[in-house]
């Protein structure tokens, strides 16, 4: 049970109050004392000293708050568990013990947004008995500068079978929250307002998924996410009738679309740990997304001893034949992407097929395996979950045949088997070196970290849909804050909503360490280069970062983000529906001069998708600010190298 923290606090000592105070905690000072007390409070406070998660016992019913710079993120909510026999943990218990500590290191992930990884915060943990049962558990509560967290632990030696949470999320008035469901498009709504959806065979409700985004009246935003979700179920939320400001935790019962068993509860071998409940926070909507990294910091680490063989990059989809995997080699080696990959009908229909070992007639599978590998290329295969029967046999098989990866189509997240079953999956994978994709309705839950194999999952309305600009700006603060975003980019495509200039800016905005591009597409169409200025910029982007900073941004509106690889910057603007020029300083910049290739919107044309990309360059140095200027739906993108 991950209920110890691994690292050690900086300093330890013992305390013989009830509860510590917040200001002793800042200090650093870490303890462990019994207690047993009617009311009781305790803050963990961010070692900046910005954002403060307070747990609080009144009456013997627990309770927990959240603000950033004196703001209110949560206003006081509801904490607890619900076990299958009516027993609610939280509504009546006693404090029997307190620790405190704080953590300030640093790690290193296999990818990422940035190279270096900061991990720093303070904890409160409480144990607590409910005094109708005797059973113990425990709250565990974080605070972060990028956020707030917090957790239960089953703490007897047994099982508990687990049916719901008491945990509320209880927002100030004016907040808005941007609720989707499945591969619906994001609706900001009141919290108390979420619409109705489920059928008779799924969770049926005033539900949204997370990731959760909410904006405040006075500024502020935060995302609610998950992390370190095993052998436990999905959280949605739900609104609450007669309570606008609050959402309720609410245990999938259902997997997503609705086509596995029912699990109305959770058997847990005890002592256990649920997932972490976050709260990412922005004092700025440019802020949040730098914060997104606290959903990795919660998740356990890697469980991969070797991790050198895991190799981020970028993706060609060929057609299903012989020629068209050739042809989508070639086009990788010459295009600088890294893999291609056979999709959906490569082993027969793939909603009836359920042997994914033979491909089709069409497709002589090892000798693109050999071109390919002789090229330095990667194969990924599609594979739908009814072809998954025996993954430890079909992954063997793909490692011998020398595949890279696969992709998992019409994954059943929801419930506690399915969290396991894709856990599994992942470290099955990784026994045979293999990449893994999950598709459709699949939730982050930070395990990219501990799996890092995992190295991208969909789980949003993609671009395959051809969605709204006005989606597309609104990603980066709410889906992509729980993690990597496969969203296969389609440049050059008369069925998008946006300017060629917006796509190709997808590749610096989003975080997507697996990036599909030129989605819908065959190589043929780009033999004439000069018709596609925007070649070189898909080329050169890498798809994992050193270091990365959102410089601007509104939800549903703007995003601007610069990330770097080595010493070239790689910076991305996208706006919605509104023609829109941001003024960017460069002070993110080293010393020196760079050469600014700017691919940026022509003048606008008949649709977004008819706007010409215009090509220039310039030199600027850190004192430069760039005007970014963007046509209705469009975008920048902006290659910063040192001269």
């Given at each position: ?175 808005l929250v941007y609720s989707a469901r499945d591969e619906d498009a994001y609706n900001p709504v009141a919290p108390g307002s979420l ?449």
């Amino acid at each position: 049970m991950p209920v110890p923290d691994r690292r050690e606090p900086s300093r330890r000592g013992l305390l013989k109050g009830v509860a510590a105070t917040a200001a002793a905690a800042a200090l650093g000072v870490a303890g462990t004392h019994p207690a047993e007390a009617a009311d009781a409070s305790v803050t963990a406070t961010s070692l900046d000293g910005t954002t403060t998660i307070t747990m609080s016992l009144t009456g013997g019913a627990l309770t927990w708050s959240a603000r950033r710079d004196g703001r209110t993120v949560v206003a006081p909510s509801a904490l607890g568990l619900r076990l299958s026999d009516g027993t609610s943990l939280g509504t009546d218990v006693v404090l029997t013990n307190y620790q405190h500590w704080h953590v300030d290191t640093t790690w290193n992930p296999v990818y990422g947004r940035n190279a270096t990884v900061s991990d720093t915060y303070q904890e409160m943990r409480w144990n607590l008995r409910d005094t109708r049962t005797s059973i113990n558990f425990g709250v565990q509560i974080r605070a972060y500068a990028s956020g707030v967290a917090f957790r239960y632990v089953l703490l007897d030696q047994g099982s508990a079978a687990v049916a719901g949470e008491l945990t509320t999320f209880v927002f100030p008035d004016g907040t808005l929250v941007y609720s989707a469901r499945d591969e619906d498009a994001y609706n900001p709504v009141a919290p108390g307002s979420l619409p109705s959806t489920g059928t008779s065979s799924t969770d049926t409700g005033p539900l949204t998924d997370l990731p959760l985004t909410a904006t405040y009246a006075d500024g502020l935003i935060a995302c609610v996410c998950e992390s370190a979700r095993a052998n436990y179920p999905r959280m949605m939320l739900s609104s609450v009738s007669g309570q606008p400001n609050t959402l309720a935790a609410y245990l999938m019962r259902h997997t997503a679309r609705g086509s596995g068993p029912v699990q109305t509860t959770s058997t847990l071998t005890t002592p256990s740990a649920t997932p972490w409940r976050a709260v990412v926070i922005g004092a700025t909507h440019a802020e949040l997304v730098d914060n997104a990294e606290l959903v990795l910091n919660l998740a356990p680490p890697s469980a991969l001893s070797d991790t050198s063989w895991i190799k981020p990059g970028k993706v060609f989809r060929c057609n299903l034949t012989t020629a068209d995997g050739l042809a989508g080699v070639d086009f990788a080696a010459a295009r600088g992407l890294q893999y291609i990959e056979y999709d959906a009908g490569w082993y027969g229909p793939e909603g009836s097929t359920t042997d994914a070992t033979r491909p089709i007639t069409a497709i002589d599978l090892p000798t693109v395996l050999s071109y390919a590998a002789g090229k330095g290329i990667g194969v990924f295969l599609y594979v739908n979950r009814i072809a998954l029967s025996n993954p430890d046999s079909l992954f063997a098989l793909y490692r011998s045949w020398g595949v890279a990866g696969v992709k998992l189509g019409f994954i059943n997240d929801g419930t506690q088997a399915m969290t396991n079953q894709i856990v599994a999956w992942a470290r099955t994978a990784a026994t045979y070196k293999l990449l893994i994709d999950m598709h459709d309705d699949v939730r982050p839950f930070g395990y990219e970290r501990t799996y890092p194999n995992w190295i991208s999952l969909e789980g949003v309305r993609g671009n395959e849909h051809f969605p709204t600009a006005g989606h597309n700006v609104t990603l980066p603060f709410a889906r992509n804050i729980g993690g990597p975003m496969d969203y296969t980019i389609c440049y050059g495509q008369s069925r998008d909503l946006t300017t060629n200039a917006h796509q190709m800016a997808m590749a610096a905005v989003y975080y997507q360490p697996l990036n599909f591009l030129y989605w819908y597409d065959a190589p043929s169409k780009y033999s004439t280069t000069a018709n596609w200025p925007g070649l070189p910029w898909f080329d050169a982007v890498p798809t994992t970062w050193d270091e990365s900073r959102t410089l601007a941004g509104s939800i549903g509106e703007y995003i601007a983000v610069a990330r770097r690889s080595g010493a070239t910057w790689y910076l991305g603007a996208m706006t919605d529906e509104s023609a829109r020029t941001l003024s960017v300083p460069l002070s993110f910049l080293g010393g020196g001069t760079y050469t600014a290739t700017v691919y940026a919107d022509g003048t606008p044309g008949t649709s977004p998708y008819r706007t010409p990309v215009v090509v220039s360059t310039r030199t600027v140095t850190s004192a430069t600010v760039l005007s970014v200027a963007m046509a209705p739906a469009g975008g920048q993108a902006v290659i910063l190298k040192p001269s």
